[in-house]
Structures are given as C-alpha cells and as structure tokens.
T-cell receptor, first 116, second 114 residues
C-alpha cells in the first residue's frame, strides 16, 4: 500500500513568486493536513481538509491557501513568497477528521522549499 | 490554548542504555497523543498512538504511557541502539483547539553512541 506522496520534494523560488505543493494521501484516507517545519518554530499546523472542505486552519497569513479534490488529493499554495517561507512542508493523511482518537497521522517525506 | 513541551531537548546516551523521553501538555482535553520519530531532512514516522482512554501502548522496544490528569506522556526506549538516533516528537490531538488540531512539541534530539 503506497504511503503519502508529496511533490515536488525540493524546489527553489525567489521572493514574490508563488508555489504550489501537492499531496496524495494513502488510498482510503479522506483527511489531509499540512504542516510547516522550520528550525526556529518547529512543526506548525497550517490547515486540514476533509471531503474537499477546510475544517481547520492555523495561524498563518492569507498568502497560504489550500484545497482538496474529490479523490482526496490536496494542494497548498503560497503566494508572494517571503524569505521566511523557506521550510519543510509536510503533509499528513488519516482515515477521517473529527473526534476519533484512533486516527493515526501518516506523514509524507515533505517538500523542502527554499526562497531566495 | 494547548501547549506541548518536550524535555530534554537533546540527549546523548551509550548504546544499550534504557532511556525515557518526556512530553507534557497543558490541556488535558485530548483525543490522543502520538509519538513520532524524524530522521534529518525526512518526514515523520509514527511510532505509537495512545487514545485518551488508554494508559499505555507498546511496540517492540518502545513503550509509551499517558497520564491525562497530570498532562504527561513518556516514551520509554529499551536497550537503545545507534539506529535509534533521531528526533522524537510528541503530538497531541486536542478537543479544545478549535476543531481537533494536532499540536506538536519541539522534539527531543537523541544520539545513541556505539
């Protein structure tokens, strides 16, 4: 069974550009969440999607957005890139969103974004 | 607001030693607590998940405990090996964080010397 797949794995952008990252969850998983990881701030929650609807959002500016498709694949977009957006962006999938304590989060390998 | 703290931030031990990593959280209204390991530059690998109704979980040389009332979890690693060297993160899925967000601690960086 394939794991969580994130593309691209590495990318370099310049300030002011925009970037789109993709996440394909484990087959059958309907919930996808995104995290930003930096040395200074650690892992910070960006947003969570379930059935094409954003269910939760972290404390990030509106330049960060996402969406989920009917096949549960998700994309996140960062517009007007800033140097501080350089980070490892991690995607995780789980069976369902909500109050189930049994939902294991399974992470992808991440997309490492460098903004110059 | 849920806050997750991990102590120590870094730990170096000789091979074969048993060790304990600590995780504390401020809000006991949680659905689960999950332990992960992360190798440098890589994603997270799930180690153990403890649901709020459970007290501990075991997998091989790993044992994780949960005490909701005191807001604490420990990850016990028996007979440590150099391959255990990684950063260990705990994550809490909270009920009062605006819709079941999962909050991570900063991690404990473990180095096991051969």
């Amino acid at each position: 069974k394939a794991g969580v797949t994130q593309t691209p794995r590495y990318l370099i952008k310049t300030r002011g550009q925009q970037v789109t990252l993709s996440c394909s969850p484990i087959s059958g998983h309907r919930s996808v969440s995104w995290y930003q990881q930096t040395p200074g701030q650690g892992l910070q929650f960006l947003f969570e999607y379930f059935s094409e609807t954003q269910r939760n959002k972290g404390n990030f500016p509106g330049r960060f957005s996402g969406r989920q498709f009917s096949n549960s694949r998700s994309e996140m977009n960062v517009s007007t890139l800033e140097l501080g957006d350089s980070a490892l962006y991690l995607c995780a999938s789980s069976l369902a969103v909500g109050d189930s304590g049994a939902n294991v989060l399974t992470f992808g390998a991440g997309s490492r974004l460098t903004v110059l | 607001k849920q806050e997750v703290t991990q102590i120590p931030a870094a730990l170096s031990v000789p091979e074969g030693e048993n060790l304990v990593l600590n995780c504390s959280f401020t809000d006991s209204a949680i659905y689960n607590l999950q332990w992960f390991r992360q190798d440098p530059g890589k994603g997270l690998t799930s180690l153990l998940l403890i649901q709020s109704s459970q007290r501990e979980q075991t997998s091989g040389r790993l044992n994780a405990s949960l005490d909701k009332s005191s807001g604490r979890s420990t990850l016990y690693i028996a007979a440590s090996q150099p391959g255990d060297s990684a950063t260990y993160l705990c994550a809490v899925k909270g009920a009062n964080t605006g819709g079941f967000k999962t909050i991570f601690g900063a991690g404990t960086r473990l180095f096991v010397k051969a």
